[in-house]
């Protein structure tokens, strides 16, 4: 009998407990429209992934040539800003589809670490490059959204996105391509608030193709920099983006 008193009581508080999350959804009807639009603001950490050649054959200003090994890598994560504008089809009750045209304002820090050349210390010498890139995104992305509870309602999201490398031709070491293309993976929740609807994403994208402006060695006056940047023969952009949409 006492043990038929505690499952009653345990039973009985367990729908207490499920009927008190229970509450008012705000804008009840908002996922129904086929079509809206919205903003988004963010941050992002841009990286990129190398494939050193190793030895290489450098040509001195006397005209000598010797092997020296540069490896090149991207030391750190550098914070940057990304601003876009948002237009999504509902597809189902689970499925949207969406288009964010966006761009991403950052820079990747790279440095270049010559084996053949050491310090006092005996370590390998090191040359640094701040590498500046502001890209236009034009992502078109699959939302698959699970059911709302309340006033939240979680998804995944996957796409393809094309960006454009707005940073200028310069006389640096190492330059990306102007255009790639890169896949995007995340996952974020829908927030329903009183007036407006919040959207918190967090997604990583990759280049599919080699990210690496392979003629930028050839276009360098100064020769000395040309082992820089033949130090690498392939690169894959990468980074996170943290999102914010307002609906």
Known sequence: MRRLYYLLTILLLSTSAFAQERKVQNKPYIDLRPLHF??????????????????????????????????????RWDPGFTVGVMGEVRLSKHLALRLTPTMHFGSKHLVYRNLSKLDEDGMPTETRQNLKNTYIALPLNLKIAAERFNNYRPYVMLGVSQMLNLTSKSQEMMQLKRNDTFIEVGMGCDLYLPFFKLVPELKFCYSLTNSLDTDHASQLIDVNLRKYAQSVNSAHAKMFVLTFYFE
């Open 38 to 75: 919205g903003i988004l603001v963010g941050v992002n950490i841009q990286d990129v992934e190398f494939c050193n050649v190793g030895p290489q054959t450098v040509t001195l200003d006397d005209g000598t040539e010797t092997q020296e090994t540069i490896l090149c890598d991207a030391d």
